[in-house]
Each structure stands twice: as C-alpha cells, then as structure tokens.
C-alpha cells in the first residue's frame, strides 16, 4: 500500500480555503461510537473553544464519504475528507511496524499504548503516514476470543476454526493455533457471524455492544494474551499547514497524546460495558481463563511475536515500545 500512498501525495491536489471554518472527520461507524464522544465531539468542541467558533469539525457517520473502513487513510491523503480514524490492521502492508504494538505480549496490560506509539512516532513510525498529520495514535483495551456456538479454553480448541482478524498480525496468531484467519472489517463481523461464514473473532470487548455482536455470539473467553488493536486518527497535512497559525496552535494542543489518551480511555471504557453486558445476558457462556489456561497461550504464541519483529525489522521499535 505504501506506493499508492505516496503517488497520491505527490499528485493531490489541495486547497484550504481561508474562510473554511469546517473540518470535515470521516467515521465509517455510527455516531455511537466511541470515537465520536472520544475524538470527534472532543475535537470539535475544544477547537471550537479555543478559536472563538472560528474552526469547528464535523462529523460525517455511517460512512458518509466513503462507506470503505480499509480506505479511511487514502481518503484524507486525497482531500475527499480532512480528517478520519482507522485502523492500521486494515491496510497492514502499510503499517509494518506500527503494528508491533498490537502483538501478545509487547505491552502490559497496564501500560497505556498510546504512551508507547508516541514515544516511538518519531524515529520509527512516522514514515508509515505519508501525506498526513497524526492526530491521535492508541490502543485498545486487550482483545478476547467472541465465538457463535462454542466455547475456547485452549489454544488447540482453535484448530480448524475460522476466525476473523483485523489485520495481519492476528492472522499470524490464528496460524500459530491451528486457526484459518479471515479479515474483513468489524462492520461486517455480525452478519458473518450470523450466518456462520465464520466461528469466531478475536477482537476488542468495545465491539460486542457497539457492533450488536452480542445479538449473534454466545461465547466469550477473557484474558488470553492475544494483543491489542491499534488505531489512527489522521489529518491532510496540506490541510493542516493551510490553517491560520491560531487555529493550527489551537490543534497542537491536543493532537497527539492528549487526544490519544481521550481516544484510549474511550475504549476502555466502552470494553468495560461490552464484559459487564455479556456476563449480564443470561444465554451466554463467559470463561474466565484460569492462570494455568493463561499460560498454555502463552507458550503457544510466544514465537509469533518474535518472528513477526524479525521479519520487518523492527528489534528498535520493540524496545521503544517496552522501555
């Protein structure tokens, strides 16, 4: 992906006019989710705060500039919006090393992943945004095993599943326990679930009440050591050079960690709710992983992120993530 990318920055056009007051944010979810209150709504009311009204952003949901989750990034390169959040794993030819982050065992579950993506932007990640200015990089909170109709207690109870994975990293992880990955966007985890199109998904527990998986999954199996999502929110870098130097003052405020941080905490927040939700339904199975289940994981991936590490170069960013 990374060529189309750059020849789409050296060949766009852009234009800011200087009595544009509105930045246009892209989100391909519905405005429940997260990172509307988290991003979108934070955005607009702070720079809208700070400027005197003079710039303000708009959310345009459901996919209203393009429905595609995987083309998000492509879509502010070419001006088509200003701004839009997405994740890395949908296109991760792109993001070799900015998804390290989401691989078992690189970050504690105490550690913020926002913390860990800024301290290594600069020497190490930012190559893989041409064309844009970062908004907000962070992490979800740890990724849990939704099944339709059975449940998983051990790595080997993957073996001849289907289950879906946002990017490639996960793929990799499915591999190593017998699993067939299948990627294909959040948005359309429900209805494959539904019909059976696949059994399972290793995914975030946000999704379980903002996608409505709860409506078609039975089985949820918390605390094995499958990683993290990681996500972006990006703005047209002409776009942003365009801005008066108030209004561009007015956004390095809070780009970068501090909307990362609002962005993270959405998530987990919203994690919290979907667990809280499936152990509150009555028909469904919750399994909590015991010590030694926790451990038969991690013995099963413990080379798949030292591989994966290896195969893209990436021992420095690794240690940046971890120090």
Not at 84 to 107: C, D, H, N, R
Not at 116 to 126: P, R
Not at 231 to 259: C, E, H, K, S, W
Request: proline share 6%; hydrophobic share 45%; aromatic share 8%.
């Amino acid at each position: 992906m990374l060529k189309p990318f750059a020849l789409a920055c050296a060949t766009a056009v852009f234009a800011f006019g200087a009595a544009a007051a509105e930045l246009k944010f892209a989100n391909f979810a519905s405005p429940a989710h997260t990172v509307n209150a988290a991003i979108i709504e934070k955005l607009n009311a702070t720079l809208s705060a700070e400027t005197g009204g003079a710039l303000t952003v708009r959310g345009y949901h459901g996919g209203e500039l393009g429905s595609g989750p995987a083309e998000q990034y492509v879509r502010v390169v070419q001006g088509v919006a200003d701004m839009a959040w997405g994740l890395p794993g949908y296109t991760s030819s792109q993001f070799p090393k900015t998804m390290i982050v989401e691989m078992p065992g690189v970050l504690p579950e105490d550690k913020p992943g926002y913390d860990a993506l800024w301290d290594a932007f600069e020497t190490h990640l930012s190559a893989e945004f041409p064309g844009t200015v970062p908004l907000a990089l962070w992490t979800s909170e740890p990724n849990i095993i939704i099944m339709r109709d059975q449940d998983v207690r051990a790595p080997s109870d993957f073996q001849g599943l289907r289950i879906r994975v946002a990017g490639a990293t996960a793929g990799d992880v499915v591999e190593a326990m017998g699993g067939t990955p299948v990627q294909m966007p959040i948005s359309q985890v429900y209805n494959a679930l539904q019909t059976g199109l696949i059994d399972g998904v290793i995914t975030v527990p946000s999704t379980v009440l903002t996608f409505k998986l709860d409506e078609v999954a039975s089985s949820y199996a918390l605390g094995a050591p499958l990683g993290r999502l990681s996500f972006f929110t990006v703005m047209n870098a002409a776009t942003y050079a365009a801005l008066p130097a108030d209004q561009r003052a007015a956004l390095d405020a809070i780009r970068g960690r501090p909307l990362s941080q609002s962005a993270e905490e959405g998530y987990l927040a919203a994690g919290s709710a979907g667990i809280a939700a499936a152990r509150a339904a009555g028909n469904n199975t919750v399994i909590d992983l015991s010590s030694e289940e926790i451990d038969a994981f991690e013995a099963a991936l413990q080379d798949v992120t030292a591989a994966y590490v290896d195969a893209v170069g990436g021992a420095e960013v690794l240690a940046t993530l971890q120090q």
